[in-house]
């Protein structure tokens, strides 16, 4: 049995207010994307008023009291307390998703941001040390640039919807904050038996959901030729497959058929501007195009481009006219837009800016390109979905852990063994309690995906709100006739269009963002 120093911050250092020994039945509980929490409960023989704010650490971790512990007074010197302390980083939920007003202050609850995973958490970051301190950003995955809307959000509740958007994980250490799916090879393996690691295994299903074993897969009904595949709308798998389908799992499950659309999937090329006309804002050039956009136009359909970095990242434009010989574009000014010109002198292409052809039918190698993509992505989709999703709970030999010094953490790889349950492999540890009584007592629980975790909502006090998270290429539709600005960019509504925070220039749709010297977003005068 451990005791535990419970801490008030003072001045010049901590104090300890009173030291603890939990029952038998406290325990440290940690879930991938859930809870990171210490239950305690204990005896005291006077009465301790504990504050929020007052904190321990346990196990490596500093835990803090978020809410008031239950009380049971038996007489005037013995009293009976339930205690929950959370990780540092629920005070995420404490604070909210804000960006720029006018007054270049994070007050703005109600915005919409086009940005990659880097921005969102560089955003999230400035929001939490707008409060706190010492919020630091760790690993980030690398991911195209989406549209997102946010409203009266906390930072815990966006981190949980990046995660969704982006599809990855977010995790926590301290408070550096991860958006990326992280897990380490322990080398560790558990079986049943004497000195093999495991008391007893339980094998659940994770959800109700179920097995797929045949897949029908289309894309996006962007950039396909009129006459495509005997005029599907659609973007199919490719003719070699044989089939509109993918199989796997059949001979074990039967045929059990679902449709899934991957909508962000078409022929496209993402091009890179290599030229810009100094003296003409609606001209710039792509010396890498590989075809005449001129042999590629849809009868009736005006040609576009759509930036996806730069000032003018989330604006789509007509194409006036495309110039083969020079490879220069000159496209024409978005009239959606109303609060300032687009492009112009403020806003304009720039050399290495990244865009995409909408509206055109995308040459055969493209669209070739595209249905492999859709192949592989639903291949992907029907690996993870062709067998039952299962977890594995698991009451490990603390006498095994503790001749081996083992102590793994949520997201580490363990090797499970048993010929029953037909489980023999690496598999994630998701969640798991840790005893008081002996730092070496777990319980695991394994699984090959993290189920969804209602942490955020609850912690915010709204759960799905409906909230539309656009990804900018999804915004874009085939059957436009003018030019389409992808998400809503008027600062009237506050909303604004944003690149990497650390990486200038960052475009807005009135005033322009700056970066000051302190690595704070500022909109420049």
Same mark, same amino acid.
């Given at each position: 049995?451990?005791?535990?120093?419970?801490?008030?911050?003072?001045?010049?250092?901590?104090?300890?207010?009173?030291? #603890?020994?939990?029952?038998?039945?406290?325990?440290?509980?940690?879930?991938?994307?859930?809870?990171?929490?210490?239950?305690?409960?204990?005896?005291? /023989?006077?009465?301790?008023?504990?504050?929020?704010?007052?904190?321990?650490?346990?196990?490596?971790?500093?835990?803090? #009291?978020?809410?008031?512990?239950?009380?049971?007074? *038996?007489?005037?010197?013995?009293?009976?307390?339930?205690?929950?302390?959370?990780?540092?980083?629920?005070?995420?939920?404490?604070?909210?998703?804000?960006?720029?007003?006018?007054?270049?202050?994070? *007050?703005?609850?109600?915005?919409?941001?086009? =940005?990659?995973?880097?921005?969102?958490?560089?955003?999230?970051?400035?929001?939490?040390?707008?409060?706190?301190?010492?919020?630091?950003? =760790?690993?980030?995955?690398? &991911?195209?640039?989406?549209?997102? /809307? $946010?409203?009266?959000?906390?930072?815990?509740?966006?981190?949980?919807?990046?995660?969704?958007?982006? +599809?990855?994980?977010?995790?926590?250490?301290?408070?550096?904050?991860? @958006?990326?799916?992280?897990?380490?090879?322990?080398?560790?393996?558990?079986?049943?038996?004497?000195?093999?690691?495991?008391?007893?295994?339980?094998?659940?299903?994770?959800?109700?959901?179920?097995?797929?074993?045949?897949?029908?897969?289309?894309?996006?009904?962007?950039?396909?030729?009129?006459?495509?595949?005997?005029?599907?709308?659609?973007?199919?798998?490719?003719?070699?497959?044989?089939?509109?389908?993918?199989?796997?799992?059949?001979?074990?499950?039967?045929?059990?058929?679902?449709?899934?659309?991957?909508?962000?999937?078409?022929?496209?090329?993402?091009?890179?501007?290599?030229?810009?006309?100094?003296?003409?804002?609606?001209? $710039?050039?792509?010396?890498?195009?590989?075809? +005449?956009?001129?042999?590629?136009?849809?009868?009736?359909?005006?040609?576009?481009?759509?930036?996806?970095?730069?000032?003018?990242?989330?604006?789509?434009?007509?194409?006036?006219?495309?110039?083969?010989?020079?490879?220069?574009?000159?496209?024409?000014?978005?009239?959606?837009?109303?609060?300032?010109?687009?492009?112009?002198?403020?806003?304009?292409?720039?050399?290495?800016?990244?865009?995409? @052809?909408?509206? #055109? *039918?995308?040459?055969? !190698?493209?669209?070739?390109?595209?249905?492999?993509?859709?192949?592989?992505?639903? *291949?992907?989709?029907?690996?993870? +979905?062709?067998?039952?999703?299962?977890?594995?709970?698991?009451?490990?030999?603390?006498?095994?852990?503790?001749?081996?010094?083992?102590?793994?953490?949520?997201?580490?790889?363990?090797?499970?063994?048993?010929?029953?349950?037909?489980?023999?492999?690496?598999?994630?540890?998701?969640?798991?309690?840790?005893?008081?009584?002996?730092?070496?007592?777990?319980?695991?629980?394994?699984?090959?995906?993290?189920?969804?975790?209602?942490?955020?909502?609850?912690?915010?006090?709204?759960? &799905?709100?409906?909230?539309?998270?656009?990804?900018? +290429? =999804?915004? @874009?539709?085939?059957?436009?006739?003018?030019?389409?600005?992808?998400?809503?960019?008027?600062?009237?509504?506050?909303?604004?269009?944003?690149?990497?925070?650390?990486?200038?220039? #960052?475009?807005?749709?009135?005033?322009?963002?700056?970066?000051? !010297?302190?690595?704070?977003?500022?909109?420049?005068?």
């Amino acid at each position: 049995m451990i005791a535990i120093d419970i801490k008030r911050n003072g001045s010049p250092d901590p104090v300890i207010i009173t030291t #603890i020994k939990p029952d038998s039945n406290s325990n440290q509980s940690k879930a991938v994307m859930g809870d990171n929490v210490i239950n305690l409960q204990f005896d005291l /023989s006077t009465y301790i008023l504990f504050r929020i704010g007052d904190w321990c650490e346990v196990y490596g971790e500093k835990y803090y #009291i978020n809410k008031l512990p239950v009380i049971k007074k *038996q007489s005037k010197y013995f009293y009976e307390y339930n205690l929950t302390m959370q990780a540092a980083y629920y005070d995420l939920a404490k604070v909210q998703y804000m960006f720029l007003n006018e007054d270049n202050e994070l *007050q703005e609850g109600d915005f919409s941001l086009m =940005g990659n995973p880097s921005s969102f958490i560089d955003l999230l970051i400035q929001n939490a040390n707008r409060i706190g301190s010492g919020w630091l950003k =760790g690993e980030v995955i690398v &991911a195209d640039y989406v549209n997102m /809307s $946010f409203q009266a959000e906390s930072c815990l509740e966006v981190l949980s919807r990046l995660a969704t958007q982006f +599809n990855t994980e977010y995790k926590i250490e301290g408070k550096t904050i991860h @958006l990326a799916k992280k897990q380490k090879d322990t080398g560790y393996t558990f079986r049943i038996g004497k000195d093999r690691g495991l008391y007893d295994i339980t094998r659940s299903n994770l959800d109700s959901s179920n097995v797929i074993t045949r897949l029908y897969a289309f894309g996006s009904d962007k950039n396909l030729p009129p006459d495509y595949r005997n005029y599907s709308t659609r973007l199919k798998l490719p003719v070699s497959v044989g089939e509109i389908y993918l199989e796997k799992n059949t001979a074990l499950y039967g045929t059990i058929e679902h449709t899934e659309i991957f909508d962000t999937i078409y022929p496209h090329r993402t091009g890179k501007v290599t030229a810009v006309d100094a003296t003409n804002f609606y001209r $710039f050039k792509d010396l890498t195009i590989d075809f +005449n956009v001129n042999d590629y136009l849809l009868p009736g359909v005006s040609a576009k481009v759509t930036f996806n970095t730069g000032q003018l990242a989330g604006y789509t434009f007509d194409i006036q006219k495309f110039d083969n010989s020079t490879k220069e574009f000159t496209v024409l000014k978005n009239k959606n837009e109303k609060s300032i010109d687009v492009p112009s002198v403020d806003f304009r292409p720039a050399i290495a800016d990244l865009y995409v @052809l909408v509206d #055109i *039918q995308m040459p055969e !190698s493209y669209v070739t390109a595209a249905e492999e993509e859709l192949r592989i992505k639903a *291949q992907a989709w029907l690996d993870a +979905n062709s067998d039952p999703l299962l977890t594995y709970a698991l009451t490990v030999d603390p006498v095994y852990m503790r001749k081996r010094r083992i102590t793994p953490d949520i997201g580490n790889m363990v090797y499970i063994m048993d010929t029953e349950l037909e489980v023999s492999r690496q598999i994630r540890i998701t969640s798991f309690t840790r005893s008081f009584e002996d730092m070496y007592s777990y319980q695991f629980v394994l699984s090959d995906t993290v189920s969804s975790n209602p942490i955020a909502d609850l912690y915010s006090g709204q759960g &799905a709100t409906g909230r539309d998270i656009n990804d900018i +290429n =999804g915004s @874009l539709n085939n059957k436009a006739s003018e030019n389409n600005l992808v998400g809503d960019v008027t600062i009237d509504q506050g909303t604004l269009i944003i690149l990497d925070i650390t990486t200038p220039p #960052i475009g807005v749709t009135l005033t322009p963002l700056s970066i000051g !010297s302190d690595g704070k977003l500022y909109k420049s005068s």
